[in-house]
Nanobody, 118 residues
Framework: QLQLVESGGGLVQPGGSLRISCAAS????????VGWFRQAPGKEREAVSC????????YYVDSVKGRFSISRNNAKNTVYLQMNSLKPEDTAVYYC???????????WGQGTQVTVSS
């Protein structure tokens, strides 16, 4: 059974923080690049952050730099996205995907809703 499961989303006030998780089963995330993507209603899906499989490289879209941080816990086979100083425009469904040697994102989670509102 090969799965990615996101969790940790919810409702938070502007300026608040949230940590969302991407847990893998059936394969080892250590061997994959993991990306966080988000899609808001009426907008295209965008890449938010990515974590390289082995070189420690990270990527952040400009709009979240300095506020979001991606990290891994290989023992738990989980990747996290720590989101601080949240803004209403961060509201979206957040998805994680895993990319292996094929160069394609082979696995996707079901998404977790993040809503930033007062």
């Amino acid at each position: 059974q090969l799965q990615l499961v996101e969790s940790g989303g919810g409702l938070v006030q502007p300026g608040g923080s949230l940590r969302i998780s991407c847990a893998a089963s059936g394969f080892t995330l250590d061997h994959y690049t993991v990306g966080w993507f988000r899609q808001a209603p009426g907008k295209e899906r965008e890449a938010v952050s990515c974590s390289g499989s082995s070189d420690g490289s990270t990527y952040y879209v400009d709009s979240v730099k300095g506020r979001f941080s991606i990290s891994r816990n290989n023992a738990k086979n989980t990747v996290y996205l720590q989101m601080n100083s949240l803004k209403p425009e961060d509201t979206a469904v957040y998805y994680c995907g895993a990319r292996g040697v094929t160069g394609s994102y082979d696995y996707w989670g079901q998404g977790t809703q993040v809503t930033v509102s007062s």
